[in-house]
């Protein structure tokens, strides 16, 4: 089970289901948002396997392998917390959309939450960081 935090147009959802995850939920707490990525998700042929949710957060998202967010770290990082609930021990947490002068606080609030094996991806003004649930 694949996770999207803020799908926004529902890009990370649809490469989800095109790599082979078997489920995957894709929710944003904008209902243009919602509306556009249920279009994308049908245009792509993958609505067998993406569901698309109005919602908060993790806010009614089954337990999952993997969570991805490509969100601001404004937006990140308060749904920090409800992202350990959702994802399973062992399982990945994917942040991504973070500039470098917010990428510290990010790392620093990472380390500290159940997570392990954090790393960092930067490419140009940009990171990214993945981390396990312990």
């Keep these: 089970m694949v996770v999207d935090v803020g799908t926004g147009s529902g890009i990370l959802a649809i490469v989800a289901a095109k790599l082979?995850?078997?489920?995957?939920?894709?929710?944003?707490?904008?209902?243009?948002?919602?509306?556009?990525?249920?279009?994308?998700?049908?245009q792509n042929g993958v609505e067998e396997v993406v569901s698309v949710h109005?919602?908060?957060?993790?806010?009614?998202?089954?337990?999952?392998d993997l969570l991805v967010a490509n969100l601001?770290?404004?937006?990140?990082?308060?749904?920090?917390?409800?992202?350990?609930?959702?994802?399973?021990?062992g399982g990945w947490l994917v942040v991504s959309g973070i500039v470098r002068e917010r990428s510290h606080r990010v790392r620093t609030l990472l380390s500290?939450?159940?997570?392990?094996?954090?790393?960092?991806?930067?490419?140009g003004e940009w990171y990214a960081f993945s981390a396990r649930r312990r």
């Design 112 to 123: 500290e939450m159940p997570w392990g094996e954090v790393t960092a991806r930067e490419q």
């Design 20 to 42: 082979g995850a078997g489920r995957v939920w894709a929710g944003d707490n904008d209902p243009v948002a919602v509306l556009t990525a249920q279009r994308n998700v049908a």
């Design 72 to 89: 601001t770290a404004e937006a990140i990082e308060p749904l920090l917390p409800d992202f350990a609930r959702c994802v399973r021990r």
């Design 54 to 64: 109005l919602a908060n957060g993790c806010e009614g998202a089954p337990e999952c």
